[in-house]
């Protein structure tokens, strides 16, 4: 563990280097570095610099508007704000267990934003780094880059994104920020014409979800030694599973496994999370510290997300997909994977999968159904859990007698990994950035291993950047000796 | 380069959706790279702004980084539009206008549920909050609004398609309208 570049203990000896605004990631953070003479590194941090404060202002809605307010918190993965606030909400109209055609259509909706999420992040954001390397000229490290120089790769990543907002499209009205889902179920279903539309395309998103896995595949054991040791840290992992210890995005009991695989926690109702996970603050972030109660601050962080998710199930409900977890778990013989780069290998399995159970509802008739909606006896208290695609995410929301929002507490997911990304950006700075001169494509290495985490900053400051690469050198005194400033060209002006 | 329009776009106090909503244009964004060259903006990594004819605006100015980044495209743009709820009245993060900012930093680091050791972040590196959240229009001069929560990705194709070719723009009913 290289905690201890949390802290350094003379900063203001120290020359500080920003990375702001951190790019091809979704939100709003920055990354200060802080360096001694030598350019070794003494200090590495991932600061979340919004603040929105959600859980004040929702304070006096009526319940009802959850779902169509909250999802606001993250265009990116709106749907899981949405059912995550969805399902607190059933919960508060005291519906215990939705209709099948209403569980069924959230759950395509479910599957849909997962598939477009995964899609974009790897494609739109995160495969510049690893088809072109983390050096590659800065103008040209991006999606417009990949479209230019694969076109056809390019391509696929912008169909299976439209395909995953399709489905979103059809089940919640709109692609972003929808409405399909109510307190106590959901006010649509499917017709047959949006059920043979989303059926025409569905093998082709199969046969592409399958290409991508064998990408990163490919591109993983190029360079094997790379992939395994790049920001890779041990940390716990945290994930949804179903009774049988399935995979499970929508419904099922918190697993917490520790590092060699051993149980913390297993088949823990989300509703008794209070019980099991605590938060920290810590000054210079405004996102939280979230930890394993029983294990302590210290001991008790996790990793969420797509890894996590993959490391703690048994197996995989659809066939393509198991057979690739089955390739993939190997890699540390049969130990939980803890290589941060094979996240997105994870991830395109987990598009995979989402693309066949995708196909599986479509052949259900229960979408078709008009059962849509129940009722029961108003609670107090309503706390809904989901696996969003970057990792677990819980609402809790507690109301008057007159529904009107009294409380709310949010965990995202990125604030579960907000340790584990500090940690592998200090793994980063600590064994490929201390000591050298620091240059762009070598900063771009901490944006890396953050894209990695596929984290939504977004979401995570229930956040903006400001200027270009900077890096300025103080005397003790903590005055501006020089300033270096990186153009976006790539050159490099010095001046005071 | 050189007669492509070039563009930059920047998300403020916003949810990224409507920068989502760009990428929906789906295959139209394999058209659009040929009309259009990126400046800075969160799909690519360059950081710094530069002269650019037009740029794109999400989220509301909530603290004083969006202040500074909104002022400096500014500066450095011909056109600047407003896209979206939050940046045309400050939409949803505007909801915290009714209360004080420290009753809102007091309920998620003080009162929180589950929190260990309750602090309000106050480290320098993190940018001071306004007491409200603003549109941006009160901040600095806005040539146009894209309006919605968020304007369709046919809505923002309709839009840079028809400021290229420099025709009035004009929507298609079903574009701005969602009954
Ligand atoms: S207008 Fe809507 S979609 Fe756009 S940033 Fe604001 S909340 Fe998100």
């Known amino acids: 563990m290289i905690s201890n570049l949390e802290t350094a203990e003379n900063p203001e000896k120290l020359k500080r280097v920003v990375i702001e605004p951190l790019t091809r990631v979704e939100g709003h953070g920055k990354v200060t570095l802080l360096l001694d003479e030598n ?43 949405h059912l995550a606030a969805a399902k607190a909400t059933d919960m508060l109209v005291g ?36 088809l072109f390397g983390y050096d590659d000229e800065v103008r040209h ?61 569905i093998k082709q998103i199969i046969e592409w979800g399958e290409d991508a896995v064998e990408l990163i595949k490919t591109i993983y054991h190029e360079h094997p030694d790379y992939h395994r040791d790049f920001a890779s840290i041990q940390s716990n992992s945290m994930s949804l599973v179903n009774a049988r210890g399935e995979h499970e995005l929508y419904q099922g009991g918190l697993r917490a496994r520790d590092a060699q695989g051993g149980d913390i926690f297993d088949h823990v109702d989300g509703v008794r999370y209070e019980d099991y996970l605590c938060e920290a603050v810590k000054p210079w972030s405004y996102m939280k510290f979230p930890f394993i109660q029983s294990l302590g601050q210290e001991q008790g962080w996790y990793r969420v997300g797509p890894l996590a998710r993959i490391n703690n199930c048994e197996s995989l409900s659809t066939e393509r997909a198991e057979q690739q977890r089955l ?153 501006s000796l020089s300033r270096i400033r990186k153009q976006a060209s790539g050159e490099i002006c010095l001046g005071r | 380069m050189s007669d492509k329009l070039r563009v930059a776009t920047a998300s403020l106090a916003g949810c990224f959706g409507c920068h989502m909503s760009l990428l929906d244009i789906d295959e139209r964004l394999l058209e659009l790279i040929m009309l259009v060259e990126f400046e800075r903006s969160p799909i690519n990594d360059i950081k710094q702004i530069e002269p650019v004819d037009v740029a794109i605006i999400e989220g509301g100015v909530a603290n004083t980084d969006n202040v500074e980044v909104l002022r400096e495209f500014r500066r450095q743009s011909n056109i600047l539009v407003a896209i979206g709820a939050c940046a045309i009245n400050g939409g949803i993060p505007a909801m915290r206008n009714h209360f004080s900012v420290k009753e809102c930093l007091e309920e998620s680091y003080i009162n929180g549920i589950g929190v260990l050791n309750p602090m309000i972040p106050n480290d320098p590196e993190i940018p001071l909050l306004l007491n409200k959240v603003h549109p941006i229009h009160e901040v600095v001069k806005v040539e146009y609004v894209l309006p919605g929560c968020p304007p369709s990705g046919d809505a923002i194709w309709t839009f840079l398609t028809e400021l290229l070719e420099g025709r009035p723009i004009h929507f298609p009913y079903n574009e701005i309208h969602y009954d």
């Open chain 1, 95 to 130: 519906v215990k267990q939705i209709t099948p055609t209403a569980e069924k259509i959230r759950r395509l909706m479910h599957f849909g934003q997962t598939l477009q999420s995964h899609a974009l992040h790897f494609f739109h954001l995160s495969s510049p780094d690893l």
């Open chain 1, 141 to 201: 490290r991006n999606i417009i880059g990949v479209i230019e120089d694969y076109p056809e790769l390019a391509k696929k990543g912008v169909l299976l994104r439209k395909y995953g907002q399709e489905v979103i499209r059809l089940t919640a009205g709109k692609r972003v920020h929808g409405t399909g889902a109510i307190p106590g179920g959901v006010n649509k279903s499917l017709n047959t014409d949006d059920r043979n539309y989303l059926q025409k395309d």
């Open chain 1, 327 to 479: 390739e993939f778990m190997p890699l540390e013989n049969g130990q939980p994977v803890h290589a941060t780069l094979a996240t997105h290998w994870a991830r395109m399995i987990e598009l995979l999968h989402c693309a066949e159970a995708i196909e599986q509802l479509l052949h259900d008739e229960d979408i078709l159904g008009h059962d849509l909606l129940l009722k029961g006896d108003m609670q107090a208290r309503g706390i809904g859990v989901i696996e969003a695609p970057r990792g677990t995410l819980f609402h809790h929301y507690e109301i008057d007698g007159d529904g009107v929002v009294q409380k709310a507490n949010l965990i995202v997911s990125t604030t579960q990994n907000n340790q584990a990304i500090n940690e592998s950006i200090r793994q980063v700075a600590n064994n490929y950035l201390s000591g050298h001169e620091l240059t762009e494509p070598m900063l771009n290495q901490i944006e890396v291993a953050i894209r990695a985490y596929d984290p939504c900053l977004s979401c995570a400051t229930h956040a903006l950047g400001k200027m270009p690469l900077e890096i300025e050198l103080l005397d003790a005194d903590g005055n």
């Open chain 1, 39 to 81: 350019n070794q590194i003494r200090q590495a941090r991932l600061h979340i610099v919004e603040f929105r404060g959600f859980e004040k202002f929702i304070q006096g809605r009526p319940y009802w508007e959850l779902p169509v307010l909250v999802q606001r918190l993250c265009g990116i993965c709106p749907v899981s704000h």
